[in-house]
């Protein structure tokens, strides 16, 4: 990493620095950019620590190079059409209290193994590498399914980077470049076609679920509603065990009645974890405006719209919403 041929030549350089030279430079740079540096030992010693610290994982650095790789991506394939972020709610899976050691069987669901959300989260806090490791395995086969198992159609490249949040879990920010014959111009000529923006139209509604209409028709058959089996659990367990439904286990594909399983699981889960209510994150960019003029960054609550449109014009693609609140969500 530091072997480089000149960097022995411009060791010699750097003898000749003082603290004074090194001071005044950071002074220079807190005050203005970097290229306003004029001492040229300086510019070659931020040179070599760029050099070095595009090898440092997490530096700033080595994020200027990733995101270097990015543009040459865009230069070379045009820009990306999908912007993915993967955040796995951690405290909430089975499996990675599995891998953080928590003594449980994945097939046989029991309140009382899960404890409570704090106790979860202390848990996972606590074994950052299961997570970490859980994490990895979940990301290798979202790609391997989603993205080069087809799903998406066929790609041209993805790009991702991990980070982590401000809760220390981790999250993945994804680029895709689909292989699709359309380019943005070609879809804005495409969509004065009506066959054409009807399909797109639906394609969307069928990707992107802005609330649950369709899934509460499916599930209204007269028996249990889907917040039910939530009661019914907290009946049965009166003490502190919070079960979040998505900790449970995912309907099985082979049950017979698996598609009204499928949508009550998705009411279920959609109702508990997927309708937005306001937090301090929601105004993070509204710093120092009076409380009035504060407004939710999420543009919550949504706008209601009766039915999907497009805009000929622009290109505005404004999606059917009958729930003010429920984040979208993919089925
Ligand atoms: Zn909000």
Redesign the pocket.
């Known amino acids: 990493m530091t072997s480089r041929p000149y960097f022995q030549r411009s060791a010699q350089l750097f003898e000749t620095l003082s603290s004074e030279d090194v001071a005044t430079a950071l002074l220079n740079i807190s005050k203005a950019s970097y290229s306003k540096v004029s001492d040229e030992r300086i510019k070659t010693l931020m040179k070599h620590i760029k050099v070095v610290g595009e090898h440092v994982m997490g530096s700033t650095h080595s994020r200027s190079t990733l995101r270097t790789k990015i543009h040459s991506l865009c230069f070379n394939l045009g820009l990306p059409s999908l912007f993915v972020i993967i955040n796995p709610v951690d405290i909430h899976s089975l499996v990675t209290l599995y891998f953080a050691g928590v003594d449980l069987d994945l097939d046989r669901f029991l309140p009382e193994v899960l404890c409570t959300i704090y106790g979860r989260a202390q848990i996972i806090a606590t074994q950052p590498v299961a997570t970490a490791k859980i994490f990895n395995c979940l990301i290798k086969s979202i790609l391997k399914c989603l993205v080069c198992g087809g799903v998406l159609g066929p790609t041209k490249a993805s790009f991702g980077t991990v980070g982590s949040q401000g809760r220390g879990s981790l999250d993945l920010h994804l680029l895709i470049w689909l292989k699709h014959e359309y380019t943005p111009a070609q879809l804005k000529e495409n969509i004065q076609n009506q066959d054409f923006r009807d399909n797109l139209l639906k394609y969307l509604e069928d990707v992107v679920k802005e609330d649950l209409d369709v899934f509460r028709d499916e599930t209204n058959d007269g028996t249990n509603t889907a917040s039910d089996i939530r009661v019914s659990i907290q009946e049965t367990d009166p003490i502190t065990y919070e079960v979040v439904p998505a900790c449970l286990s995912t309907p099985n594909p082979a049950s017979d009645d698996y598609h009204r399983i499928f949508c009550k699981d998705v009411v279920r889960l959609v109702e508990t974890s997927n309708i937005?209510?306001?937090?301090t994150?929601?105004?993070k960019y509204s710093k120092g405006k009076s409380d009035t003029s504060k407004t939710?960054?999420?543009r919550?609550p949504r706008v209601l719209v009766k039915t999907s449109n497009l805009d000929l014009s622009t290109g505005q693609i404004t999606m059917r919403q009958s729930h003010p609140w429920i984040n979208n969500f993919n089925e």
Do not use: A, G, Q, W
Not at 276 to 279: D, E, M
């Open positions: 937005h209510k306001h937090s994150t929601c105004y939710c960054r999420m919550m």
